[in-house]
């Protein structure tokens, strides 16, 4: 089963959306760009590690999902992890629950227990999504890894 979450964040879904779409570098990581349309690309990287998504849904402020285009995930003492993102979709669903309110429904699909990188990348998401980017979003200091 591919790993997925949710979290409640003080926020409309707008505020939300513009994040993931427009900040990505404020809680993951560098970006080379931010996204606005259906097929657009960007790159994220930490230190020599970078992920190229493509975006392969677009609905403004309700769903986006970014397609792994190429990556070279390198983590000290996990061989065979370079590519393993390749293929797979990060999916992100809002739910406004109210004007102050949204449910943030995450799944990366494609990420399950039996990848190399499964234990050190969910735990990793779990704190880029329900830690840094909730915090961001709620309070405008994310806890990026930029390097």
């Known amino acids: ?3 997925a979450t949710s979290v409640s964040i003080k926020a409309s879904s707008e505020a939300i959306f513009n994040a993931i779409t427009q900040s990505v570098q404020e809680w ?3 970006t080379n760009s931010v996204v606005s349309k259906l097929d657009d690309e960007f790159t994220t ?5 970078f992920w190229k998504f493509k ?3 677009f609905k403004s402020n309700s ?22 993102w390749i293929g797979t979709n990060v999916e992100w669903n809002l739910e406004e629950k109210s004007q102050n309110e949204t ?5 990366h ?6 990848l190399n990188c499964y234990e050190i990348c969910w735990p990793a998401w779990e704190r880029f999504v329900t830690q840094s980017l909730k915090s961001f979003v709620e309070t405008g200091k994310g806890m990026p890894h930029l390097s």
Request: proline letters at 2%.
């Open 109 to 114: 699909n494609g990420l399950v227990p039996e």
């Open 45 to 49: 990287s930490f230190d020599k590690t």
């Open 1 to 3: 089963m591919s790993y």
């Open 63 to 84: 769903r986006i999902v970014w397609q792994c285009i190429d990556a070279k995930h390198i983590h000290t003492g996990y061989d065979g992890i370079e590519g393993e």
């Open 28 to 30: 993951w990581g560098n």
């Open 55 to 57: 975006i392969l849904e």
């Open 103 to 107: 449910i943030l429904n995450f799944a």
